[in-house]
C-alpha cells in the first residue's frame, strides 16, 4: 500500500504532456485559432510553449529528451536553421505533398511551408500618387530623400528582403541600394512594420516597407485603423521578376515523442479549413492552391510572386546581414 501510494503521488506531481507539443516562434493570437480548431475536430489537446529566441539552442540541448513535436517559425531562414542543426526529421505525407507547392516544402520533407506574406510598401494616400511605386529599386531613388520610414533593417524580414535583392543583383549593387535607401530615410530605423504606419499617418514619411498582413491587424483595432485608412497598400516588384514574398512554416522535430498526433496537426494546418482560418483570421495568404484569401486580404489587388527561391533567399542570409552592418543601415 505504501508504494503504491508512492506511485500516486510521483504520478500526481509530474506534469501531464499535452498530445501534441509545439514550440512557436509566431504569437499566441496567430496560431491559437488554429490550434482549437484541430482540438475540436480531433480531440487532440495541443500544448504550445512561445519561444522568441534561442529555439535551435534549447532544441540541441534538449536533444531526444525534448517534449517538442513540431516547430513553427515566421521566417524561412529559421526552418532551414533548425535542419542544419540537425533537430527536425523528415516527413512523408502523401497529403502534405498535395496540399502544399513544391516551391514551399523541402524536397525531403524537412519542412513545410503554411501561409505566405509579401514585403510591400506602405503609401500616404494624400502624398503618394497612385502607381508612384513600381520597383524595391526604386527606393533608392533620391526622390524619395527624407520620405522613406522602416524597422530595423536587422529584422528578420528585411534581411530576407536584402537577400533577395542580393540573388538579384549581387554584392555592390546591393551595397548601393541599402546606401541608397538608407540615404532617403526620414528618421532612424525603429519600431516595427505598424509603426512606420503610425508614421506615415503623422506625416513624418510618406512610404514604409512592411508584411501585408499587418493591414489586417491595424484594421481590426479601434487604435489603429485610422493609421492603416491613411495608407495605400503597393506590390513592389524586382525589375523584371515579381513581389518578394516570405513563408511561416513548420517542422518535426527529431525527438518527437508523439509522432503521429503531431503529422495529424501538420496535415490539419495544411487542410482546407486551417487555410480558410490563417487567411480570415491572420490576414495571410494561404500556400494550398484553391483556397481563397480573406474578403480583406482579397481588396489589396493581384501580385505575381518574385521566382527566386526561398532556400536560395535563406542562404543569402548571412552575406545579406554582413552588408546591412557594413552600412550602418541601422545608424
Known sequence: MKRAALLLTALAATPALADVNVYSHRQPELVQPLFDAFTAETGIAVNVAFVDKGMVERLVAEGSRSPADLVMTVDIARLLQLVEAGVTQPVASDVLNAAIPAAMRDAEGQWFGLTSRARIVYASKERVAEGEVTTYEDLADPKWKGRICTRSFTSDYNVALTAAYLGHHGEEATRGWLEGV??????????????????????????????????????????????????????????????????SGIAMTKAAPNHDEALKLMEFLASDHAQEIYAETNHEFPVKEGVKRSELVASWGEFTADALSLVEIANLRPAALKLIEEVNFDG
Open 182 to 247: 538608407k540615404a532617403n530615410l526620414a528618421k532612424k530605423p525603429e519600431g516595427n512594420d505598424r509603426s512606420q504606419v503610425k508614421s506615415i499617418w503623422s506625416g513624418e514619411c510618406d512610404i514604409s516597407l512592411g508584411n501585408t498582413y499587418y493591414m489586417g491587424q491595424m484594421v481590426a483595432d479601434p487604435e489603429q485603423i485610422d493609421w492603416a485608412n491613411s495608407v495605400n497598400i503597393t506590390f513592389p516588384t524586382f525589375e523584371g521578376d515579381g513581389t518578394h514574398v516570405n513563408i
